[in-house]
Structure formats: C-alpha cells, structure tokens
C-alpha cells in the first residue's frame, strides 16, 4: 500500500464490501460515515420455496437451488432442470431520539428516515441428473448474485443545541453500484438410499463503487468529507454437503470453505481541511473470507406437511486483510481492530409447509417461517450487535413440469447505536458521541421458476453435441 502525504491518506479507510460501507481511523478512535446503508450480511442460498420455510432449507435441499444451501440436495433431482429465481427489495432505517455532541455543546438531532429499493436476478442454473450405478449423479452449472450492492441513500438533519444558539444542517449522501457474484459447477451422487453427498466449487466475482459525501453547515460556515472508493475481489471456495435422508425425516450438514481472496481498491478523500484530493492508485492487498457450517433437520409428520429447522455459523472475526502494509495485515474487515471485537454469528431460520391438492393435479403449497440473524456489526459505544429477525409467507403453484414459487419476507431489528456524527469529528479524527435509536425494516419479495424436462431428449442432445451420432 502506498504511503502518501499527508497522512490523512493512511488515516482513512472503507470498508466497502458493505453496502454503504464503514469508514474509520487507522487508530483505535472509530468514525462511522454510512453505517446506516448496509444490507443484512447473511451469506445464504437463493430461492423462493425456502424463503417461505424463513431459509430453512439445508435438511430439504430438494430442487434446482438445492447448490445454494446443500449441494448433497441434487442428487434428489429426478429429470434435467432449469432454474431462475428474482428478488424485489426494499430496506428503510429510521434513527429517533438521537443527541450528540460538538465540544462542550449538547445537540439533539432530528429524526431521519432513509429508504432504498432494487430489483436483482438472484440465481440461474442448469441441473442433468444421470444413472451411475443404478444411483443418481447430478451436475450443475449456477450463477448466484449472493450480495447485490446497490446503494442511494441521502439524509438532511439539522443538529439543536438544548441550550440554545445557532442550528446546524447535516447533509449525507451515498452512491453504490455493483455486486459479488458466484459462479458455481456442483456435482452430487446418491451413495444409497439413505446417503446424499455433494460438492460445488464457487469462484467468487466481485466489483463495486462508491461516492460518499458529507457536510455540515452552522451560519455562514460549511465543513465536508468526500470519499470515493473503487473495488475488486476475486477468489474460490467448496461448498461440501450431505443429507441423511429416511422416509419421515432427514438430516443436513453442509459447510463453505473460508478462502484467500484477491481484494484491490483505489481510493479518493477530500475534506474541507485539505480540500485537494487525496489519490491511493489501485492497491492489491488480500483478504481471508471465514468459512459457514450448517445443519438443519426436516421432519414430515404426515403426507403433504414439513417441518424444517436450520442453523448457521459464521466466525466474522476471522474475516482479516491480508497484506504486506503492517498497519492493515491482520486487522478486522469489519472495524479495522486487530482485536476480537467483531462477533461471530449463529443464524437460527425455522419453517412449515402444507401441500395443498388440487383439480387437474395441481399442487398449491402454503409456507410460513421464522428466522433469527445477528450481523457482524457491533455499535462501537453501545457494544449493542445488530440482529435482524424475520417473519415469511409463501406459496405457489407446481403442475406437471413446471413450478412457481413466491414468497414475502418482513424483516425487522432494533439497538440503541450512535449513528450520527459532526463533520467537524471526522475532520479532526475526535471519538464519536452520538447516541439514539436505530430501527430497521426489510421487505423482500422472491419468486422462482423452475421447468422441467424428459430425460432421454437432453441425453440426445448432449451425445450429438459432444459425442457425436
């Protein structure tokens, strides 16, 4: 990493693998700009049926997006399919009731409100189940949007002093675009009627950019802090599943390997302080990206019912830059702390459905879930970790080769935080002091269309493509 002068330039910092992102001192003072734009950080599967069972999904695992949460589900797949499932999101972070300081004055700071709300292709797959050994073994080619980073959020406050005086108004804005991508070949093979085994190999595709803008201005006098930052990370990893199946219930573990990943980011400052830009050219550095192990259990009482359970756990704080730079190697992604501050997180999902038989053998299923997801976030002066819970509903329609899905999710958390920050702090690096309460609501709206096909046209196709007639 480069050593420019100044030395505000190694001062700051973004985190920008967040949605919005965190920027902070490379000292033990934290400064955050934008914490408030980051996304639920949940490495999970995609797919509409299991965001009705509130993502409980890795004991069931038994359709085209099974890769995403056991790639031992595969092997349960009867003929080739081909899948696509999408996401509508919106995401609204409210802070009341916040005071702060400046100096030796005591502000209260309005409330503010920021939403924002995208549309993304969350997955894609092609899936060929063939006879091995009179057992089934299954390939699989998928595409995974597994974080979309799309940001714009902006939010205008005014700071009050309580013992009177002249008002100040805080101006703060985000521009995001990008994404990670995982692009996966999976392969599964039915070891007996009891045993499924599975392995996919991720190749990881990341690349995303950020404007962010603050100011702040008392009477004539305005004070500000532009930051912009250009990134790239690429790495690969295995997901390894298996599924211990009986006639009523079954068992599921899967695990994602951690991995080394290339990471690269360029950076630009300003501030009012030092009003010329601050240029880092495009930095190579490392980054090592913690593993995920889950279990779930599925249990059906009765035809036409399911009752799935699932959790996940994911060592956050092993989530470290790896560089030559001796200030950065070995310090958190999250808060930039060579510490343990940054908490693991233990993810509880739990579900239920009911197949519904209709007229015309059409199959309607009803689904509910419930789930519980910590983030690896912890406020900096309430130690207060943000935990999103969620509550989904889902259903759908299957008849003959092809199934519809659709399922809603309301997600909601709530912490005392100290969010909201005088410019003039980051300017002169001085500890945050805010306090008040954050409120965060998500509303998620997937769907997902799977089709089917006859067995014997595929493998004709596939013999005149590669073998020849």
């Known amino acids: ?56 999904f890795i004991a069931v695992a038994d359709d085209a997006t099974a890769v995403s949460f056991n790639p031992a589900g595969l092997a349960q797949l009867l003929k080739p399919e081909v899948s696509f499932v999408g996401r509508g999101f919106r995401r609204d972070v409210a802070y009341e009731d916040v005071e702060t300081t400046a100096g030796t004055k005591q502000l209260l700071v309005s409330d503010s409100l920021i939403s924002s709300t995208r549309v993304d292709p969350l997955f894609f797959s092609g899936s060929l189940p063939l006879l091995v050994g009179d057992r089934t073994l ?16 902006s939010r205008d406050l005014v700071e009050n002093p309580v013992s009177g005086g002249t008002s100040s ?22 070891f007996s009627q009891r045993i499924l085994a599975g392995v996919a190999l991720n190749l990881w595709r990341g690349k995303w950019d950020l404007n962010s803008s603050s100011s702040k201005t008392t009477g004539t006098t305005t004070s500000f802090v532009n930051f912009s930052q250009s990134n790239r990370l690429e790495g690969a990893n295995y997901n390894l599943g298996l599924i211990w199946r009986w006639p009523t219930w079954s068992f599921g573990l899967v695990h994602r390997t951690a991995f080394h990943g290339d990471y690269t980011f ?17 930095t190579p550095t490392g980054l090592h990206w913690p593993s995920t192990t889950g279990a779930g259990l599925a249990y059906r009482p009765r035809e036409g019912w399911l009752v799935t359970a699932d959790f996940t756990h ?19 992604f999250f808060d930039l702390d060579k510490g343990t501050r940054t908490p693991n997180s233990t993810d509880f999902h739990v579900g239920v459905e009911h197949l519904i038989l209709t007229g015309g053998g059409i199959v309607v299923p009803l689904r509910m879930g419930l ?14 970790q943000r935990v999103i819970y969620g509550l989904s509903l889902g259903s759908g329609l299957k008849r003959g080769a092809v199934t519809l899905d659709v399922a809603y999710r309301y997600g909601w958390g709530r912490r005392r935080a100290s969010q909201f920050l005088d410019v003039d702090q980051i300017i002169s690096n001085t500890p945050p002091t805010s306090l008040g309460t954050e409120r965060i609501k998500e509303q998620k709206l997937d769907f997902s269309f799977i089709v089917q096909f006859e067995q014997q046209p595929v493998a ?9 007639d």
């Open 460 to 468: 004709r196709v596939l013999r005149h493509l590669f073998v020849g």
């Open 1 to 56: 990493m480069r050593a420019p002068t100044p030395p505000s330039a190694l001062t700051w910092l973004l985190l920008a693998l967040l949605p919005g992102s965190l920027l902070r001192a490379q000292t033990p003072i934290g400064i955050i700009i934008s914490e408030q734009s980051r996304t639920a950080f949940t490495v999970q599967g995609a797919g509409a049926r299991a965001m009705g069972l509130g993502g409980a």
């Open 169 to 190: 108004r805080l101006l703060q804005s985000i521009d995001q675009g990008g994404q990670i991508d995982l692009y996966s070949f999976a392969a599964s093979y039915e």
């Open 371 to 384: 789930s519980r997801e910590p983030q690896p976030v912890v406020d900096r002066v309430t130690s207060e």
């Open 266 to 282: 360029g950076t630009v400052l300003s501030t009012s302080a030092a009003p010329t830009p601050v240029v880092t050219d495009p």
């Open 138 to 153: 299954a390939l699989q080619l998928s595409f995974q949007r597994l974080i979309p980073l799309g940001e714009r959020d």
């Open 314 to 332: 994911t060592p956050w704080s092993k989530a470290r830059y790896m560089t030559t730079n001796r200030t950065l190697n070995g310090e958190s």
